[in-house]
């Protein structure tokens, strides 16, 4: 248990569904991060928050929503996406601004499969 | 974005041997993490370097920062079976670091 945990693990959905990923973290970190994961290659960062703020992102398509409500919950909405959106998505959390980025523990990922 | 690579990409080897992987980049980071990640589950981080020349160990993991902050090895001793999983190396960028770049990993198989 690294203190990061995300619902659901597993996830299908069809091309003009809309669903949600949702991240918690439990380690009082300020700065909160989703990336993706796809076979062969590397992960790649898609969102920063920075106490409820987005201070990165690295030109992911809009059919990706992040929202930050708080320093403890990230949640990542989906919409019409593609087959080639399938992959394990990570969350991840740091200390943040003022206790250093250094440190990034990661929840164990949803894997999402877009039919 | 300033890429990272990992060698080698694979490496199988028996238990007991002692092995080395490499990250590498043409830019400077701030810091560098080494994470390993298992099948099904998230990386976990097993050490940050943060100055030029840093060594670090743990238990039987040895962590070298390159004097110029742009590459780093991870050398295991007497590799057990547990050790197997993907390591990966990530890099810090960004005002406050808080932007990181990770390698493609290099994929270990420690046989019993």
């Known amino acids: 248990e690294t203190g990061v945990t995300q619902t659901p693990r597993h996830l299908v959905m069809g091309m003009t569904n809309k669903k949600s990923l949702k991240c918690e973290q439990h380690?009082?970190?300020?700065?909160m991060y989703w990336y993706k994961q796809s076979a062969k290659k590397p992960l790649e960062l898609m969102f920063v928050?920075?106490?409820?703020?987005?201070?990165e992102n690295n030109s992911v398509p809009s059919r990706f929503s992040p929202e930050c409500p708080n320093s403890s919950h990230l949640f990542l909405h989906l919409h019409t996406l593609q087959p080639e959106d399938s992959a394990l998505y990570l969350c991840?959390?740091?200390?943040?601004?003022?206790?250093?980025?250094?440190?990034?523990?990661f929840g164990p990922g949803t894997r999402l499969t877009v039919t | 974005t300033q890429l990272l690579e990992q060698s080698p990409q694979f490496l199988s080897i028996q238990e007991g041997e002692n092995l080395t992987v490499y990250c590498n980049s043409s830019?400077?980071?701030?810091?560098l993490q080494w994470y390993r990640q298992e099948p099904g589950e998230g990386p976990v981080l097993l050490v940050t370097?943060?100055?030029?020349?840093e060594v670090k160990k743990l238990k039987r993991l040895t962590f070298q920062f390159g004097d110029a902050r742009k590459d780093s090895s991870l050398h295991i001793t007497a590799a057990q079976p547990g050790d197997t999983g993907l390591y990966l190396c990530?890099?810090?960028?960004?005002?406050?670091?808080?932007?990181?770049?990770f390698g493609p990993g290099t994929r270990l198989s420690v046989l019993p």
């Open positions: 990530a890099g810090a960028q960004g005002n406050y670091g808080q932007n990181f770049v």
């Open positions: 370097v943060v100055t030029g020349g």
């Open positions: 991840a959390s740091s200390p943040g601004q003022g206790k250093g980025y250094y440190e990034q523990y």
């Open positions: 928050y920075s106490l409820e703020e987005r201070v």
């Open positions: 380690l009082g970190h300020n700065a």
């Open positions: 830019s400077v980071f701030s810091s």
